[in-house]
Every structure is written in structure tokens, then in C-alpha cells.
């Protein structure tokens, strides 16, 4: 368990938690995750984040190839969400630190996590600096991004920005750099997490880049608290543009249709209304709730123009996956979609209608009424769908060109 130097006497001593799949209890990581913590070596030694529970052995294990863990003399907390903090108490033990940073916020929610009355807290805002020696660290709460108490830290002598949940992409690999991985699959993997995480916090996202940028720092390698960190200045402008682009949930002429079908008629609608859609030169994808999950459909929506919810209706209501997803969706609060629903039914048939409802009050343009059908649909309902495609098709190719 060898640490990873990112520049001189700056060192990754994070882990790679290559099983993880549910990623803070809401979000599927097919790909793994990272749990990134940053030692430097100065006159004073700085130990940046912690660990998940039960991975602090590891941590540890990379650490003491370049200091012994009570050599370490400041923690920096630069977010208390367990990921990054389960192995805080263990830490604190073990290393005695003469200090613990961490934001206003962060103090608040370490009293709330621990017991640690006696723990050195020391409190610093944006805008704070304390020295290391040869280095100084400067701070810059980023709060919102994804918690309040979160909040980065930069380094001016060696242009790194240790920017916490902020650029962190979950994906478990045994390369360190972005210029060690294909960037396709890297910016997949960095909209799949701001798309599930950040993606509420968009205009904070907007705004902290702004202020960083105005600060004029001179950012060579930008360290996130999960997944692969960013060392070339390529790599550095590249990730804050795509943020940007997220944080500004720029939209293409895209549509996804998500639904869950009983005995396969609402999937022939959603097949249908993608028709229409194509009619027009939008890219569709179609997302049964059974082959894709909450995460999965969110990493496509952020930038959808059109977003189509079907359900076929049981017991009066929508299928369970339909609701988890539009609880899902409605919390991350996707901005400017049109929205429109469909579904097959066999009685009452009240789900198009409640999603329908539910779409709206995500404050999604409805242009088109919802569509329902009785149980298996005839060849002119079906037109009716492909109709309804071609609708907002056309709505969206007049407004994306
Ligand atoms: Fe990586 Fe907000 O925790």
C-alpha cells in the first residue's frame, strides 16, 4: 500500500474501495469508488480528510511510508460526511494532533457526529491561512457543494486545489490521474456523479467556479475526494469547463424516456413517442425502470431537453419504480425540461395523470396532455404516441436548432 506523490512532499494516502455500489445509501456506483485523503510533508505535517469506516488501515498504511501517523500535526476536515470522516476518531487517537481545521459549519457538524469536546478544533473561513513551513494553505468554503460544512483547500506554492466533493467522479481504479484514463469514460463518470449529487446545488457549483476564477489562482492540479485527481493544465481546464456545462445544465437535443411496463404496452408506447422524437433529430434513450436504476436515469435527464415518464397503473396509482424515480428526480431538481407522461391501463388508469402531476410540480413545460390507453395498444394509438413525439420533438428542435 504505496502512497501516490503528486508533487514534491505532496502525497495521495486515500483508498480505493473497488466494492462499493450504494454510495451514501441513494446512489448506485457500478464503478467503484475512491476515498481520497492528502498528506504534506513540511515542517508541519497536514493530513487532509479521513477515510470510510473500516478502511482506515489502509490509509494508514500509505501514510507511514512517509511520516510515522503521530508525526502528522494538523488535520484539515475539509468535509465531515462519513465517507471522508468514519476513521476521524480512530485518526484523532492515534495522531494527537496539535490542531483540527475545519469550516464553521464543519465544527458544527463534527460536535453533531462525535464525541469530541476534547478534539483541538480550530475554526477557519474563506479567505484564512495558516502556514506549514515552506507552504501555506488558504481556505475557501464551498458550502453546498455538496454539504455546508464543506470546503477547499489551496496550496499557491504548488498550485494545488484540494477542492473536496467538488470534481469527484466515483470510480475505482488503480490509476491516480486523469491523463492515465481515457476521457470519455472519465467525463462519464464525473456527470454521473454531479448529475446525482451535485446537480441542486447547480448555481452554488456556478458560483464558487466564478469566485475561484476570480481569484486569479494559479490551479495546476486539482485533488478531489473521490476518483481520479487533475495534474496537467489540459486536464485542469477541461474539468472546469465540463463543470460549468453541468452547473449550467446545458442542454442538448435529447429525450429520455423512463418507464416501467407490466405486460409490455407502456413500453410499446414509449417505443412509439421515441419514433416521433426521431422525426425531428433528437437523440432518445429509453430507460425501463427494470434494466435501469434512479442513478442511472439522472446521469441521462441533466441534459435532456424532454423527459417522458410512463407507468402503466396499478392499484389506482403508478408502478413502485416510477414513484421512486420522480421522488429521486424531484429532489436533484433538473431546471428547464419539458415533461410529458404516458401509460397503458386495464380499469381506473390514474398514473399518466398523476405523473403528469408530479412533472409539473418539477416545474416542467407540460405542452402535451398525458396519454393513456386501455390494456394493449391499437395502431392508431400508437400514432397518437408517435404524434406526441413529433410535438415536442418540434419544440425542441425549434428551440436547439
Ligand atoms: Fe464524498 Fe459529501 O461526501
Known sequence: MHPVEICKDVYWVGVVDWDCRDFHGYMTAPTGTTYNAFLIKDEKVALFDSVKAGHGGEMLCRLAHVVKPEEVDYLIVNHVEMDHSGELPALVARTKPEKIFTSPMGERALRAHFDCADWPIEVVKTGSTISLGKRTLQFLETRMLHWPDNM?????????????????????????????????????QLDRYFANIVLPFSPIAIKTIETIESMGLDIRCICPDHGLMFRTPDDVAWVIERYKELAAQKQKKKAVLVFDTMWHSTERMAQAIAGGLMEHGLSVKLMNLHMFDHSDVMEEVWDAAAVFVGSATH???????VA????????????????????????????????????AEMGMDMPVDPIRLLFVPKHEQLAACTEMGRTIGKIVADKLG
Not at 337 to 342: D, E, L, N, Q, R
Open 315 to 321: 392499484n389506482n396509482g403508478m408502478l413502485p419504480k
Open 324 to 359: 421512486d424515480m420522480l421522488t429521486y428526480m424531484k429532489g436533484l431538481k433538473p431546471k428547464g425540461k419539458i415533461g410529458a407522461a404516458f401509460g397503458s391501463y386495464g380499469w381506473s388508469g390514474e398514473a399518466p395523470k398523476d405523473i403528469a402531476a408530479w412533472l
Open 152 to 188: 477547499a483547500t489551496y496550496i499557491p506554492e504548488d498550485g494545488v486545489l484540494i477542492s473536496s466533493d467538488a470534481f469527484g467522479q466515483n470510480w475505482a481504479t488503480s490509476e491516480r490521474f486523469a491523463d492515465e484514463v481515457n476521457r470519455s469514460l472519465l467525463g462519464k
